[in-house]
């Protein structure tokens, strides 16, 4: 089945702890992005990838990190995380860019 | 830079009756414009996408949408609304397909 798998699905931590939220696609798809959603807000690019090794930011990258070694995942890593990083957070990836995107499941971040 | 507006937080509209869920935006040059649905604790599903050409473009589960470049709108519309079409639903627009922009959504509310 073709699809989007984010891990993990909920995750309760402290501000200051490394968390990595792993993202990966079983569609060959170029393109991967993450982005979080906040109510009243909409959802909100973080970082953006065109293809391995290329990544670029989004409208709100400040506190995150990225990386995209292997075609298929994309993981999202938070150095230090704070409490105005609590959200919910979306990768999405796509076969090019301006294809529709295929969104994961979501991942509920809460930093305290 | 690229912003979309959703002037309305939620839509109520009687099932059967046809229904339109606003889209605005603002972009220099020619964007390519995006719907898509959100069901309650499921990712995003994609819709339909403007890139070029006619400027009715019709997408998933009988929604289509209209284009119009004076305006710069991208309205959400379907003839005959169903219960199940209760969802949140986002406009979005890329002005090279890379760097997406999300409007805050707007909650289509479907009555019986």
């Known amino acids: 089945e073709a699809q989007v798998t984010q891990n993990p699905r909920y995750l309760i931590t402290v501000t200051g702890k490394k968390l990595t939220v792993t993202c990966s696609q079983n569609?060959?798809?170029?393109?991967m992005s993450w982005y979080r959603q906040d109510p009243g807000l909409g959802l909100r690019q973080i970082y953006y990838?065109?293809?391995?090794?290329?990544?670029d930011k989004g409208d709100v990258p400040e506190g995150y990190k990225v990386s995209r070694k292997e075609k298929r995942n994309f993981p999202l890593i938070l150095e230090s995380p704070s409490p105005n990083q609590t959200s919910l957070y979306f990768c999405?990836?796509?076969?090019?860019?301006?294809?529709?995107?295929?969104f994961g499941p979501g991942t509920r971040l809460t930093v305290l | 830079a690229q912003s979309v507006a959703q002037p309305e937080d939620q839509v109520n509209v009687a099932e059967g009756n046809p229904l339109t869920v606003k889209c605005t935006y603002s972009?220099?040059?020619?964007?390519?414009l995006f719907w898509y649905v959100q069901y309650p604790n499921r990712g995003l599903q994609f819709l339909l996408k403007?890139?070029?050409?006619?400027?009715l473009v019709k997408g998933s589960y009988g929604f289509e949408a209209e284009f119009n470049k004076s305006q710069t709108s991208f309205h959400l519309k379907k003839p005959s609304a169903l219960v199940s079409d209760s969802a949140l639903y986002f406009c979005?627009?890329?002005?090279?397909?890379?760097?997406?922009?999300f409007g805050p959504g707007t909650r289509l509310s479907v009555l019986p």
């Open positions: 999405a990836s796509a076969w090019a860019k301006a294809n529709e995107q295929f």
């Open positions: 569609m060959n798809h170029e393109y």
């Open positions: 990838s065109m293809n391995v090794e290329v990544t």
């Open positions: 972009v220099s040059g020619n964007p390519y």
């Open positions: 403007y890139i070029t050409g006619d400027n």
């Open positions: 979005a627009v890329t002005l090279y397909g890379q760097n997406f922009v």
